[in-house]
């Protein structure tokens, strides 16, 4: 078998090889995309192709554990938002060598296009690779491949965050006749050390494929637009039509008011809270909720259990955790510092339990719980700890905390500089001061 190389010409989002084979690519930024995948040249993903039924092994690299896997490629299913990590594949961000994927068809056929699709807000949107072609199965070693396509999605000078597409095909006729189709995968931001792809799906089309569109469910979608039209919170409940009421009702006005409110209460220089939030609730999803970005995940069942109680609370927390965004200290900073959960959680708790519901009196030390009373005990009980400090040093305390975090620049030397006491003193002080107010030897 011979190797086509071969340099192609860009032409836009179009690369004409030596071997006439042809890579579309679109790129929709920011809010253009959506569940759909729908782009103006680059077919949408669709069911019922070669793909759907094929063996797809991961031959080189690893898979990052938080994603859903090589199954993600094949599944016929769609992330519903734009950072998805179980519903996506994606691999584990050490190495520089090109990781190896491979498709096996089962049956030698005439392949005539092969597509690719991904969806992230920012480094991992980007699609890098160079796709093989091979009749015999995949032993490493390169001279047993017929090379089609090099793709990459993003243009220079474009933001990587956004909905990626490719497709590979021939200029006429079919791209060959293969069994065995082999992504080379590559980082798709490689200045971002978070920068590998989120691959939603991978199409491949043979001669007579009868196919449709995967298509995307009816969505159900509340946008809170705040902060005088510069903050848009989208609160997806396609899933769990239970909350839609309370979403509408109750949720979207505190989130409307609370979202720029909690934005100035966590300044730090040079830095901008996320303008795009979303939310949405999963039947699938165990706990509570969980915030990575600028998306927040909840479980439709506890809040369908808890929207007489704490389901608005909780929500005001997760907000929290979007504006704090101490992720960006290690792609900022190189030399950051890891914050201590204590405070990453107990944060949002002091701004939710004596900020924004302080009357519901939810993180209370009591004698119930005064054993467990230690200022590093997280959640409520940190939170009460901060808002003991906040009472004695200054409410500047807690956006000063706040933006050593952000910046990866913590260390325990902060509590003296801004309380001349160490973090330690002033924990016992803080215990002491309950176990008098409570009686406690």
Known sequence: MKVAVGLGIALGGLVVSASETLVQTEHLEGAAGSASFKFKSVPSPVKGDRAEKAKITLLRGNTEVNGGGVAKLNDGELPREEDAPSANF????????????????????EVERVSSFSWHPGGRGPQRYTLHGSLEPVDGAASALTRLAEVTTRKSGAEPGGQHAASVTAKEGALGKFRFLIFDIEAGDKEDVFGQTFFSEIDV?????????????????TVVTTGEGKYHIIVDTTDAPELRE??????????????????????SPGYEAPTRVTIHFDPKMRG??????????????WYKDNLKGEATGSIVHELVHVVQSYGQARRNNPNATRTPGWIVEGIPDYLRWFVYEPQTKGAE??????????????YRISANFL?????????????NLNAVARQGKYTPEFW???????????GAAWKADHAKRLGID
């Open 90 to 109: 994606f691999l584990v961000n050490r190495g520089t060598s090109p990781a190896r994927l491979v498709i096996d068809l089962r049956d030698a056929v």
């Open 205 to 221: 089309i043979a001669k007579g494929d009868m196919v449709e569109p995967i298509g995307a469910p009816e969505r159900h979608e």
């Open 246 to 267: 309370w979403v509408e009702k109750e949720l979207s006005p505190v989130i409307k008011d609370w979202y720029p409110k909690l934005v100035q209460m966590l300044p």
């Open 288 to 301: 509570v909720a969980a915030a990575s970005g600028s998306r927040i995940r909840g479980s439709a069942q």
């Open 365 to 378: 030390i009591t004698a119930r719980n005064f054993e467990r009373a230690k200022y590093d005990a997280n």
């Open 387 to 399: 808002n003991w400090v906040v009472e004695r040093h200054g409410k500047e305390i807690i956006p």
């Open 416 to 426: 003296t500089e801004h309380t001349g006491k160490t973090v330690e003193e002033l």
